[in-house]
Protein backbone atom coordinates (compact mmCIF):
# COMPACT_ATOMS: atom_id res chain seq x y z
CA UNK A 1 0.00 0.00 0.00
CA UNK A 2 1.50 3.04 -1.46
CA UNK A 3 0.62 6.00 1.74
CA UNK A 4 1.17 9.49 0.77
CA UNK A 5 2.14 11.54 3.76
CA UNK A 6 1.92 15.24 3.97
CA UNK A 7 2.00 18.76 6.54
CA UNK A 8 5.67 18.51 7.74
CA UNK A 9 6.98 21.97 8.35
CA UNK A 10 9.24 24.35 10.99
CA UNK A 11 7.84 25.47 13.85
CA UNK A 12 9.02 27.02 17.57
CA UNK A 13 8.50 25.63 20.48
CA UNK A 14 4.82 25.48 21.80
CA UNK A 15 3.99 26.18 17.98
CA UNK A 16 1.39 23.49 16.59
CA UNK A 17 1.34 20.98 13.07
CA UNK A 18 -1.38 19.17 11.65
CA UNK A 19 -0.07 15.98 9.49
CA UNK A 20 -1.84 14.09 7.03
CA UNK A 21 -1.69 10.67 5.69
CA UNK A 22 -3.72 9.12 2.88
CA UNK A 23 -3.91 5.95 1.36
CA UNK A 24 -5.30 6.36 -1.90
CA UNK A 25 -7.19 3.18 -4.06
CA UNK A 26 -9.59 2.15 -1.08
CA UNK A 27 -10.67 2.16 2.74
CA UNK A 28 -8.61 -0.65 4.02
CA UNK A 29 -10.97 -2.82 6.11
CA UNK A 30 -9.49 -3.61 9.09
CA UNK A 31 -6.11 -1.95 8.76
CA UNK A 32 -5.08 0.48 11.93
CA UNK A 33 -3.28 3.28 10.64
CA UNK A 34 -0.85 6.25 12.13
CA UNK A 35 2.74 7.10 12.56
CA UNK A 36 6.24 7.09 13.77
CA UNK A 37 9.16 9.26 14.13
CA UNK A 38 12.27 8.99 13.71
CA UNK A 39 15.09 11.53 15.04
CA UNK A 40 18.72 11.77 13.84
CA UNK A 41 21.22 9.39 15.00
CA UNK A 42 18.37 7.80 17.16
CA UNK A 43 15.98 4.42 16.17
CA UNK A 44 12.97 4.61 15.02
CA UNK A 45 9.59 5.52 17.63
CA UNK A 46 5.85 4.69 17.96
CA UNK A 47 3.84 7.79 17.92
CA UNK A 48 0.41 7.18 17.78
CA UNK A 49 -1.85 4.94 16.02
CA UNK A 50 -5.75 4.31 15.68
CA UNK A 51 -8.05 1.31 14.69
CA UNK A 52 -9.74 0.88 11.30
CA UNK A 53 -13.44 1.80 12.93
CA UNK A 54 -11.90 4.82 14.90
CA UNK A 55 -12.85 3.90 17.93
CA UNK A 56 -9.50 3.38 20.07
CA UNK A 57 -6.16 5.12 19.86
CA UNK A 58 -2.45 4.90 21.44
CA UNK A 59 0.23 7.23 22.06
CA UNK A 60 3.54 7.07 23.35
CA UNK A 61 3.81 8.55 26.71
CA UNK A 62 6.12 11.12 24.94
CA UNK A 63 3.04 12.74 23.01
CA UNK A 64 0.14 11.93 24.66
CA UNK A 65 -2.00 14.87 25.90
CA UNK A 66 0.00 16.90 23.22
CA UNK A 67 -1.19 15.26 20.20
CA UNK A 68 -4.39 13.81 18.66
CA UNK A 69 -4.71 10.89 16.47
CA UNK A 70 -7.61 11.33 14.37
CA UNK A 71 -9.51 9.15 10.94
CA UNK A 72 -11.59 10.91 8.52
CA UNK A 73 -15.25 8.76 7.71
CA UNK A 74 -13.84 7.66 4.47
CA UNK A 75 -11.16 5.50 6.68
CA UNK A 76 -7.84 5.75 4.17
CA UNK A 77 -6.77 9.25 5.67
CA UNK A 78 -5.36 10.10 9.21
CA UNK A 79 -4.48 12.97 11.32
CA UNK A 80 -2.06 13.98 13.56
CA UNK A 81 -2.51 17.45 15.19
CA UNK A 82 0.73 18.30 17.16
CA UNK A 83 0.13 20.92 19.90
CA UNK A 84 2.68 22.26 22.59
CA UNK A 85 5.95 20.92 19.91
CA UNK A 86 9.24 20.85 21.73
CA UNK A 87 12.56 20.63 20.20
CA UNK A 88 12.31 16.79 21.15
CA UNK A 89 9.72 16.20 18.76
CA UNK A 90 11.90 17.04 15.88
CA UNK A 91 12.32 14.12 13.59
CA UNK A 92 11.10 12.75 10.37
CA UNK A 93 7.57 11.22 11.08
CA UNK A 94 6.26 8.12 8.80
CA UNK A 95 2.87 7.28 8.19
CA UNK A 96 2.36 3.44 8.80
CA UNK A 97 -0.73 1.05 8.40
CA UNK A 98 -0.88 -2.30 10.19
CA UNK A 99 -3.40 -5.06 10.22
CA UNK A 100 -5.21 -5.25 13.20
CA UNK A 101 -5.00 -8.62 14.87
CA UNK A 102 -4.46 -9.93 18.49
CA UNK A 103 -0.82 -9.41 18.38
CA UNK A 104 -0.99 -6.39 16.85
CA UNK A 105 -3.18 -4.70 20.03
CA UNK A 106 -0.44 -6.11 21.93
CA UNK A 107 2.59 -5.01 20.25
CA UNK A 108 1.40 -1.78 18.78
CA UNK A 109 4.38 0.15 19.21
CA UNK A 110 6.55 -2.24 17.43
CA UNK A 111 7.61 -1.17 13.83
CA UNK A 112 7.27 -4.97 12.51
CA UNK A 113 3.88 -4.77 13.21
CA UNK A 114 3.00 -2.78 10.26
CA UNK A 115 3.10 -3.84 6.46
CA UNK A 116 3.40 -0.39 4.81
CA UNK A 117 5.61 2.69 5.40
CA UNK A 118 5.12 6.43 4.10
CA UNK A 119 7.66 8.32 2.21
CA UNK A 120 8.24 10.27 5.55
CA UNK A 121 7.49 13.78 6.42
CA UNK A 122 10.41 16.17 8.50
CA UNK A 123 9.42 18.35 11.19
CA UNK A 124 11.64 20.92 12.92
CA UNK A 125 10.76 22.18 16.13
CA UNK A 126 13.20 25.32 16.97
CA UNK A 127 13.30 27.19 20.23
Known amino acids: VQLQASGGGSVQVEGSLRLSCTAPGGAFSGNAMGWFRQAPGREREFVSVITWSGTSTYYSDSVKGRFTISRASAKNTVSLQMNSLKPEDTAVYYC?????????????????????WGQGTLVTVSS
Open 96 to 116: VMGRQSYSWANNVQLPTQYHS
